[in-house]
């Protein structure tokens, strides 16, 4: 259903049940459009229900992961699956909407998905680029990656959300130190920092990556979506609640009888 190309990346459904999403602009280093964020929101969502998908990989071509945004295309992009909006006046009311519904969802898009999904970092990830391999569950980081966030830099925010996520991974005050001091930081500081969860040679970053989404679509996945859920609810929910979140997901995937003694 959702194999083949879109603004900016390539979809590619391979055996098991794995599909490859390949960022394609390397001379761009895969900064990502306007059009492309829209592709990519409205792919997570078929995603959602393509069957023969269990577990997506991400990956780019070239230096890159994903460099940040490209709003300055010269020559109007072809049709994507979303109409375009309007750009209108660039108030801030519009300006404000146009990031809260349009630029914010590409990534809220990649953490709705209750599949897995694996970052394969093959190069720099930086602003949105680090907020997609952020929202992934795993991610893979080629030795020769730099993440950052890299908004600072230009007196921009990270209003793609990648705040919440350095947030999510850091603590509060990591993540102050992260994004005040425009850090930029190598793979295994970005794993030692939890931004990452394993380091690789450059070469072998793509065929980790596939081979751990090989590992989880050979798992039960009615069970691993709703647990992915779980632990995602988990981090902000009392102990009570999140027992009876996952309460009523075990009541769903467990077999017939009564697995309260098992």
């Keep these: 259903m959702i194999e083949g190309s879109y603004q900016g990346f390539d979809i590619e459904l391979r055996e098991g049940g794995i599909g490859l999403l390949t960022f394609g602009h390397p001379e761009r280093l895969n900064?990502?459009?306007?059009?492309?964020?829209r592709d990519l929101s409205q792919v997570m969502a078929l995603a959602q229900f393509d069957d023969d998908l269990r577990v997506l990989v991400l990956t780019g071509t070239g230096k890159a992961f994903v460099a940040g945004v490209d709003n300055q295309r010269a020559q109007p992009e072809p049709p994507t699956l979303a109409q375009a909006v309007p750009i209108g006046q660039r108030a801030q009311v519009t300006l404000y909407s146009r990031l809260a519904h349009l630029a914010q969802e590409p990534v809220r898009a990649i953490r709705r998905l209750d599949k897995p999904?694996?970052?394969?970092?093959?190069?720099?990830?930086?602003?949105?680029?680090?907020?997609?391999?952020?929202?992934?569950?795993?991610?893979?980081?080629?030795?020769?990656?730099r993440l950052g966030s890299a908004t600072l830099r230009m007196a921009w925010q990270p209003d793609e959300g990648g705040h919440w996520l350095l947030v999510e991974h850091l603590g509060v005050k990591e993540a102050l130190d992260f994004l005040l001091r425009k850090r930029m930081v190598d793979a295994e500081e970005a794993c030692r920092l939890g931004l990452v969860n394993e380091v690789v040679d450059d070469e072998a970053v793509l065929g980790r990556a596939l081979d751990l989404a090989a590992e989880l679509a050979a798992g039960p996945q009615v069970s691993m979506r709703l647990l992915k859920k779980a632990i995602y609810g988990a981090a902000h929910l009392t102990f009570d609640q999140a027992g009876d979140d996952i309460a009523s997901k075990s009541a769903i995937?467990?077999?017939?009888?009564?697995?309260?003694d098992g």
Excluded: H
Aim: charged share 15%.
């Design 31 to 37: 900064a990502i459009s306007p059009g492309a964020k």
């Design 117 to 145: 999904t694996i970052a394969a970092v093959n190069g720099y990830a930086v602003q949105l680029g680090l907020s997609i391999a952020l929202a992934c569950d795993f991610a893979v980081a080629a030795r020769s990656a």
């Design 253 to 260: 995937c467990e077999p017939d009888g009564d697995p309260a």
